[in-house]
């Protein structure tokens, strides 16, 4: 006696691995970690995560010369790994909508623009920097400039402000 198998058998097994699979896919969503936890944010960053507002003529020369070191700060952030602190600094009055940095910091971001972006696409390419001001709201186009002052500890300097 012959054992004859139906050509529908196969599909009729990968349907039933489809719909199995479809079934769990909502649940994947629930179990997905959430940048709106803290300790998620912890988790990725691996480091202290702290916010500061300010205006930009508290701020003024350090924030030129964070602007100024952009070219070799580059290299910095792309080797970043790990780090201790990383402070957020919000300069309230140079957000777009307040109008955007005033003159003096403005034609230095035009004088360093290129550096700028390319810095602020290593930041974008950098987990860890990335995720340590998506967490507070900032995008990458807000940051102006990042200081390395102590090793583990960065600054980044935002015209943005923060969200409540």
């Known amino acids: 006696m012959a054992i004859t198998t139906f050509p529908d ?6 349907i039933a691995a489809l719909a199995f699979l479809a079934a769990s896919i909502p649940y994947a969503k629930l ?15 691996g480091s202290e995560v702290r916010q500061e507002e300010t205006n930009t003529a508290v701020e003024a020369r350090k924030v030129a010369t964070a602007i100024d070191r952009t070219r070799e ?40 623009q290129d550096d700028i972006a390319e810095l602020r ?3 974008e390419a950098n987990a860890l920097l990335f995720n340590a001001i998506d967490s507070h709201r900032v995008t990458t186009e807000d940051v ?20 409540n």
């Open 121 to 123: 696409k290593e930041i």
């Open 31 to 45: 179990n997905a970690q959430s940048l709106e936890n803290p300790d998620t944010v912890d988790r990725i960053v």
């Open 73 to 112: 700060n580059i290299g910095t952030v792309r080797k970043t790994s790990k780090l201790d602190k990383v402070d957020i600094v919000f300069l309230t009055d140079a957000a777009r909508t307040e109008g955007g940095p005033p003159p003096a910091i403005e034609s230095k971001v035009e004088q360093h």
């Open 9 to 14: 058998a196969k599909w009729l097994h990968a």
């Open 144 to 163: 102006l400039a990042v200081e390395f002052d102590d090793p583990g500890r960065i600054v980044i300097y935002a015209a943005a402000k923060p969200s």
